[in-house]
């Protein structure tokens, strides 16, 4: 999962596996969240987003999962890849229509 | 192809010195943003701009100034005023109330 902080978390797959990425975030009020990916030296990659009224949703290879009752969400990445290697964050939608960014977590996919 | 330029990639502040990040986008977005990122945190808020001519502060707006003159650019001074300006800028842009948000490549930037 995400924190805050000088170290970030990490995940390391095999390549083909599948990867699940965590997150928890803070205002139970928010209503729209982004995944984001960011591969070195680089700006952030819109990945998926997902709504409040809906629990999944379904990309190309990925998956996000949104639990309100606990305030998580989660990324799932199937058939891991090495060009997915990169740091992965979640964003929620902040109070004004800015987005509210965890530290991030760094996925490794070993070939 | 539509997009978000920032310029430079790289730039050195000297002690005393005001320093402008450039942020053009072709989106035809209303909505843009300034964004700091340091090592193993997420991004923090410095500046957001709704509409043209107008903007407001972020979450760490203390030691930056911004200008939103045309829709397509948002300039970012880094001024003297900021005592820790070593950082990644991100500059970003959205079409309106949720929707995703279009990153650039950054601005990296460094005290001589």
């Known amino acids: 999962g995400e924190s805050v902080g000088l170290h970030l978390p990490t995940l390391s797959v095999q390549e083909g596996d599948n990867s699940i990425i965590n997150c928890a975030y803070s205002n139970s009020a928010s209503d729209y969240f982004i995944w984001y990916k960011q591969e070195s030296g680089k700006g952030p990659q819109f990945i998926i987003d997902i709504r409040s009224n809906m629990d999944k949703r379904q990309g190309q290879r990925v998956t996000v999962l949104l639990n309100k009752t606990v305030k998580h969400l989660s990324l799932q990445i199937a058939a891991t890849q090495p060009g997915d290697s990169a740091v992965y964050f979640c964003?929620?939608?902040?109070?004004?229509?800015?987005?509210?960014f965890g530290a991030g977590t760094r996925l490794t996919v070993k070939p | 192809d539509g997009g978000i330029t920032q310029s430079p990639k790289y730039l050195f502040r000297k002690e005393g010195q005001n320093v402008t990040l450039s942020c053009e986008q072709n989106l035809n977005h209303d909505a843009m943003y300034w964004y700091r990122q340091d090592p193993g945190q997420g991004l923090r808020l410095i500046y957001y701009s709704q509409i043209v001519n107008d903007f407001q502060k972020g979450d760490i707006a203390e030691g930056y100034s911004v200008s939103r003159e045309k829709k397509e650019s948002f300039p970012l001074t880094v001024t003297s005023a900021q005592k820790n300006p070593t950082a990644f800028y991100l500059c970003?842009?959205?079409?309106?109330?949720?929707?995703?948000?279009?990153f650039g490549d950054g601005t990296r930037l460094s005290i001589l």
């Open positions: 964003a929620e939608k902040g109070r004004v229509n800015d987005m509210r």
């Open positions: 970003a842009s959205s079409s309106g109330r949720d929707q995703p948000q279009h």
